[in-house]
């Protein structure tokens, strides 16, 4: 399988996080447990940002329960859907509408950022970057547009992520079912390649479990995560396909349950600060050229 069958169709992303809007707060189970996860982590932040990112907002859980925490700041909820955003500054209460206090919502990608450099002191992005092609871009962004000693917190699905469904899959057919996810390590790599500071990064598996396939199927489309990759089935899966899976996967069954594993990675790491002499001057690095 080429990392060409692997690349995700942005357009088709787009697409079915538009459709999912309406349905996604009710199977969106998993990413609000993570979520929450992530909000008890800034218990250990003392950090008060006076501007906020929420990149891949969703529906705005986040978005709202960090206004709640922020109310001061200034807060963009952003998404490449553009029903998502909308529902996200919808959630803002009519206070803060009444204050001009509510979220400002913005329809873009990550991968290119509608703001200008520095301009940010909390970057916040809760299982988003699974859905772009190359993370460094998406890091070289938020490392953009973060100010000096600004903080990214994000999560992320690992490898295992979905293991059962598309082992269950691989045994049917040729094509990719179940999207590429990036490895924890290499995620720091990336971190580190785009200049952040201090990366910190964790994983751990959680688990679903479901009476059938099909049920775990139709969550994963109620919250729009569709097979958008260039290597799915042009047309409908054949039922013969599904029956296949249905099978394959029942070997994972216990106590009347299949089960679905998630690996979920977190991190975070800071914008750097300039590096200055103890007078204030700024510090240059001067490196002497290699000769050949």
Same mark, same amino acid.
């Given at each position: 399988m080429s990392n060409t069958d692997l690349a995700l169709d942005k357009r088709l992303v787009r697409l079915a996080f538009e459709r999912a809007a309406p349905t996604y707060d009710a199977a969106a189970v998993l990413q609000r447990e993570v979520g929450e996860r992530m909000l008890s982590r800034l218990d250990y932040v003392r950090q008060q940002p006076a501007r906020i990112l929420d990149a891949g907002c969703g529906t705005g859980v986040a978005t +709202?329960?960090?206004?709640?925490?922020? !109310?001061?700041? +200034?807060?963009?909820?952003? /998404? @490449?859907? @553009?029903?998502?955003a909308s529902r996200a500054r919808a959630r803002s209460g009519w206070l803060q509408r009444l204050r001009g206090r509510a979220a400002h919502a913005l329809c873009a990608d990550i991968e290119q950022l509608p703001l200008r450099a520095k301009s940010v002191d909390l970057l916040w992005s809760n299982l988003a970057l699974q859905w772009v092609n190359e993370p460094l871009n998406a890091f070289t962004?938020?490392?953009?547009?973060?100010? !000096?000693? %600004?903080?990214?917190?994000?999560?992320?699905?690992? =490898? /295992?992520?979905?293991?059962?469904l598309r082992a269950a899959y691989a045994e049917s057919d040729r094509h990719t079912h179940v999207n590429r996810f990036i490895d924890? &390590? /290499?995620? %720091?790599d990336q971190l580190l390649a785009a200049g952040f500071a201090e990366p910190v990064m964790d994983m751990e598996c959680l688990t679903l479990t479901? +009476? /059938?396939?099909?049920?775990?199927?139709? *969550?994963?489309?109620?919250?729009?995560? &569709?097979?958008?990759?260039?290597?799915?089935?042009?047309?409908?899966? +054949?039922?013969?396909? @599904? #029956? #296949?899976v249905e099978r394959n996967y029942e070997r994972w069954r216990h106590d009347g349950r299949l089960p679905a594993t998630f690996e979920v990675?977190?991190? &975070?790491?800071?914008? !750097?600060? !300039?590096?200055?002499? =103890? *007078? %204030?001057? =700024?510090?240059?690095?001067?490196?002497?050229?290699?000769?050949?």
């Amino acid at each position: 399988m080429s990392n060409t069958d692997l690349a995700l169709d942005k357009r088709l992303v787009r697409l079915a996080f538009e459709r999912a809007a309406p349905t996604y707060d009710a199977a969106a189970v998993l990413q609000r447990e993570v979520g929450e996860r992530m909000l008890s982590r800034l218990d250990y932040v003392r950090q008060q940002p006076a501007r906020i990112l929420d990149a891949g907002c969703g529906t705005g859980v986040a978005t +709202a329960a960090l206004q709640a925490r922020y !109310p001061a700041a +200034a807060l963009y909820a952003l /998404d @490449l859907a @553009l029903s998502m955003a909308s529902r996200a500054r919808a959630r803002s209460g009519w206070l803060q509408r009444l204050r001009g206090r509510a979220a400002h919502a913005l329809c873009a990608d990550i991968e290119q950022l509608p703001l200008r450099a520095k301009s940010v002191d909390l970057l916040w992005s809760n299982l988003a970057l699974q859905w772009v092609n190359e993370p460094l871009n998406a890091f070289t962004e938020f490392r953009r547009v973060l100010a !000096p000693g %600004g903080l990214l917190m994000f999560s992320t699905f690992g =490898p /295992d992520t979905l293991k059962e469904l598309r082992a269950a899959y691989a045994e049917s057919d040729r094509h990719t079912h179940v999207n590429r996810f990036i490895d924890m &390590h /290499d995620l %720091g790599d990336q971190l580190l390649a785009a200049g952040f500071a201090e990366p910190v990064m964790d994983m751990e598996c959680l688990t679903l479990t479901y +009476a /059938d396939v099909r049920s775990l199927m139709r *969550d994963l489309k109620a919250i729009g995560a &569709h097979n958008v990759t260039q290597g799915r089935p042009q047309g409908m899966s +054949a039922r013969a396909t @599904l #029956a #296949a899976v249905e099978r394959n996967y029942e070997r994972w069954r216990h106590d009347g349950r299949l089960p679905a594993t998630f690996e979920v990675i977190y991190g &975070h790491a800071w914008a !750097p600060q !300039p590096r200055v002499t =103890p *007078d %204030g001057r =700024p510090v240059i690095e001067i490196k002497a050229a290699k000769r050949g």
